[in-house]
């Protein structure tokens, strides 16, 4: 689209979360008009640590905002699995985008507070929960409680795995349960029982229950994740410390060490859910990304990373095609197969056996090797 025509193009944006900050980030450079909606009175992310990958800090150096990131990050050189006990089942260095070769780990809110801290004042309005939403072609309109009402040219749907955009106009995909509990902490390094000595990652497997460790040496932290196998779908369940010893058994005893010395009134507790591929993420004025569009589940730590790239590609394709109509259509046909397969594969399993097929050509007998 001319930039002219960019400069005129009033965006809506439901949700302020990664997906809608990095949405607000990349279409604001556009020029054009962009407001987030966010349903909460503010905005705090709780939970673990995450990897931003190299393709995604290349999208924060092209929106300019690289620094803003990586100062409040530990840079990781390459991520490792290993079984229960600790013998080493594979290694690898992070894929590499141009010169970018680190992952850079952050804790969930730090990321959040440095994305919309990079937005124009004013941008994101809060306490505005979307009740419906009205497609109309060429524009939208949004109805929000207390029946404040907006109209966009553009409507980016990025709220979430129980998005309201696309249950009310793409179909509901609902949540779907995996099986699986998460229970996710950030301690103090010194409380990681000397496990954590550099800024890499590692992750432990063993029975159906995986252990992450994810440094914030930065913040003199580690993020502690475990995730294991519960027929309990309640979105958040009730968990005791026994239920969490129950999941470990076998594993290192440092591990073990970690997890029975957890505060419980600090660990996140969640059912982990994500939804089946959604047909169509677009009309000819709405769009869905991040996690209204795939919402996948963690074990391939994308994404985050994939809510970004998704921001990225939309304004991306708003510049190359000549219609909002022709950038949608080009944005899911970039965006989709991608997401697919990463939702494909995150709902693969963790066994020693099943290591090839998430990491194709990878096999465990190359494990340890550098």
């Known amino acids: 689209m001319q930039s002219s025509d960019l400069k005129n193009l009033k965006i809506a944006i439901v949700g302020a979360g990664y997906g ?12 054009a008009e962009v407001d ?66 680190h992952t850079h780990l952050i804790h969930r809110g730090d990321f959040i507070d440095a994305l919309l801290g990079v937005l ?32 966009a ?56 229950t995986k252990i992450y460790l994810l440094p914030l040496r930065h913040r003199g932290q580690v993020s502690f994740d475990i995730t294991a196998l519960c027929p309990d779908g309640t979105w958040n369940p009730q968990v005791t410390k026994d239920d969490m010893l129950k999941t470990v058994e076998g594993f ?5 060490g970690i997890t029975r010395d957890l505060d419980m009134d600090t660990v996140n507790i969640r059912a982990v859910y994500d939804i ?47 219609s909002v109509k022709e950038a949608l259509a080009l944005y899911q046909a970039t965006r989709k197969p991608v997401t697919d397969e990463l939702q494909r594969i995150s709902r693969q399993g963790w066994t020693e056996d099943e290591i090839n097929d998430v990491f194709p050509g990878q096999k465990p007998a190359a494990a340890g090797q550098e």
């Open 20 to 31: 809608g900050a990095a949405a607000a980030k990349a279409l604001s450079l556009l020029g």
């Open 36 to 101: 987030v909606y966010e349903q909460a009175n503010q905005i705090r992310e709780v939970g673990a640590g995450i990897g931003l990958r190299p393709v995604t800090m290349n999208r924060f150096r092209q929106w300019g905002i690289f620094d803003a990131i990586a100062k409040v990050t530990s840079p990781s050189e390459y991520f490792e699995i290993l079984t229960a006990t600790g013998d080493p089942i594979m290694k690898e260095t992070w894929p590499v985008d141009g010169e970018q070769s």
């Open 120 to 151: 124009p004042e004013g941008m994101v309005h809060l306490g505005r929960k979307l009740e419906s939403i009205e497609d109309k072609g060429d524009s939208s309109v949004l109805t929000f409680a207390g029946g404040k009402t907006v109209e």
């Open 153 to 208: 040219d553009l409507v980016v749907g990025a709220d979430g795995i129980k998005s309201v955009v696309r249950g009310q106009l793409f179909g509901e995909k609902g949540p779907v349960f995996s099986g699986e509990h998460a229970y996710r902490a950030v301690i103090p390094v010194d409380a990681a029982h000397g496990m954590v000595v550099d800024d890499n990652l590692r992750m432990y497997i063993g029975k159906g």
């Open 252 to 256: 290192d005893e440092r591990l073990v």
């Open 276 to 322: 089946d591929p959604v047909a169509t993420w677009h009309s000819d004025s709405v769009v869905l990304v991040g996690d209204a569009a795939h919402s996948m589940l963690h074990h391939q730590g994308q994404g985050a990373n994939s809510a970004i790239e998704d921001g990225g590609a939309l304004a991306d394709a708003l510049r190359q095609a000549d």
